[in-house]
């Protein structure tokens, strides 16, 4: 069993920048597949970005590419999103998740955190 903590969610500006962090409980966390995923009002969950359990392969979201940026910390059980150049577009919750394997369908994740909201004004 994994428990998920996510942190870092605010209000802020458009082109301002938020990083969002999310702690796992557990000592197999490297094991672990991690994403950050988001959902808006009236729309379906979509991928941010995902990180594989060594860190080294990362996926973002077509709409994220160049703003975006996944890294974890294995030895803090920690996993990050810096978001930069935020859009209006980009407010939603934002949940963590992890999951046996790298892949960027949140199907495979099975395990969530309670999710944290970004909202951007314009």
């Known amino acids: 069993q994994v428990q998920l903590v996510e942190s870092g969610g605010g209000l802020v500006q458009a082109g301002g920048s938020l990083r969002l962090s999310c702690v796992a409980s557990?000592?197999?966390?490297?094991?672990?597949?991690m994403g950050w995923f988001r959902q808006a009002p009236g729309k379906g969950r979509e991928v941010v970005a995902v990180?594989?359990?060594?860190?080294?392969?990362?996926y973002y979201g077509d709409s994220v590419k160049g703003r975006f940026t996944i890294s974890r910390d294995n030895a803090k059980n920690t996993v990050y999103l810096q978001m930069n150049n935020l859009k209006p577009e980009d407010t939603a919750v934002y949940y963590c998740?992890?999951?046996?394997?790298?892949?960027?369908?949140?199907?495979?994740?099975?395990?969530w955190g309670q999710g944290t909201q970004v909202t951007v004004s314009s």
């Open positions: 998740a992890a999951g046996p394997t790298y892949t960027y369908s949140d199907l495979n994740y099975d395990y």
């Open positions: 557990g000592r197999t966390f490297s094991r672990y597949a």
């Open positions: 990180v594989s359990g060594s860190g080294v392969l990362k």
